[in-house]
C-alpha cells in the first residue's frame, strides 16, 4: 500500500473507504478474465465467481497460477 485509507471522494460514505497501491512489478503479459475462467483451478475464485467485486482474497495457489499465467 502507498497510502492510508481514505474516505471514497466518489461517494457519499464515511463508511467506504479508498486506499492507493503501487505494483512491484508488470507481469511479462497481461492475464484476461477469459483465460483464468477457462482454468478448473480457479472455479472457486471469487473473481470468476464474482466478478463485480473490486478487491477480493487471492489464496497463496491462486496467486501462484495468476503468476505462473502471466508468464512468470
Same mark, same amino acid.
Given at each position: 500500500m502507498t497510502s492510508d485509507p481514505y474516505p471514497d471522494p466518489k461517494?457519499?460514505? &464515511?463508511k467506504?473507504?479508498?486506499f492507493d497501491l503501487k505494483?512491484?512489478?508488470?507481469?511479462?503479459?497481461?492475464?484476461?478474465l477469459a483465460e483464468i475462467k477457462k482454468q478448473k483451478s480457479?472455479? &472457486?475464485f471469487d473473481l470468476v465467481r464474482i466478478p463485480r467485486l473490486s478487491v477480493m482474497p487471492v489464496t497463496e495457489k491462486q496467486w501462484e497460477v495468476l503468476v505462473k499465467m502471466g508468464g512468470m
Open positions: 461517494q457519499n460514505d &464515511s467506504l473507504v479508498v505494483p512491484k512489478k508488470r507481469l511479462p503479459r497481461p492475464v484476461p480457479m472455479a &472457486s
